[in-house]
């Protein structure tokens, strides 16, 4: 079933992150502080952001984001609908970065961020002759907590592993509204963990930051409705994203 297939390729694609995670690990550990080098006197950027207790900057992101889809026993018995799956769709951030220093390597970050995603449910009828999306367009406010470990400096850059949990509301849910009950529901609130990787580069006046990061929903966020078929045939749906950011930070 194309249902299997998509499952497939998602997970071939989820094993070239982590082997990107793991070669981030191994930069690392590369780059720990009994191996690192560098030349006395020199007048590095880093030097100067490193005496700061704590620091704030900007965030701007590009996700990608879909639902991990669980199946109910009813989409096994049921005669109209033979596919039901997420689509992956665009979308973006922008936020707000609070850096707290805990010692030379370990940071703890609040990221409070507004995320634009959009998602789709696919469904197909029982021939697979004819298939309908239903789009689900959200405006999260979002509060992540991470915790940052960075290598050594090197030459004024740093690489660093990022873990930690995000609480996210969806500003624009239709799990109220009047029409909701011919609408596949979605709770507004959800949970997730988050990890992922970067690189810190230090100029005189900020930090530019890349970062990869995926979240992975930890809570069931499908409201369901017994009364609805495309509801019916769904027993659990969990949220899952990856996100490139940009961070400014000074």
Known sequence: MRTTHIRNMFD??????AVCLVAGLFVLLAMNPATAQFKKGSNYNYK???KKPYYFGITLGYNKSNYRVFHSDQFILNDSLSVAQSITGPGFNLGIVTNLKIGEYFD?????????AERKLQYADARGRSTFTRKIESVFAEIPFHVRYKSAPFRDKRVFLIAGVKYAFDVASNS????????????????????GFGVQFFFPFFIFSPEF???????????????????????????RAFTISIHFEG
């Not at 071939?12 to 992150?17: D, G, S």
């Not at 703890?108 to 634009?116: D, I, W, Y």
């Open 108 to 116: 703890f970050r609040l990221l409070p961020t507004l995320s634009f």
């Open 48 to 50: 100067e952001f490193s």
């Open 213 to 239: 990061k995926i979240s992975q929903g930890i809570s069931n966020i499908l409201l369901r409705n017994p009364q609805l078929e495309e509801s019916n045939v769904l027993d659990k749906v969990l949220s």
């Open 176 to 195: 109220k509204t009047r029409q909701a009950d011919e609408l596949i529901k979605i709770s507004p609130t959800d949970f997730s963990v988050e990890y």
């Open 12 to 17: 071939l694609h989820r094993n070239k992150i």
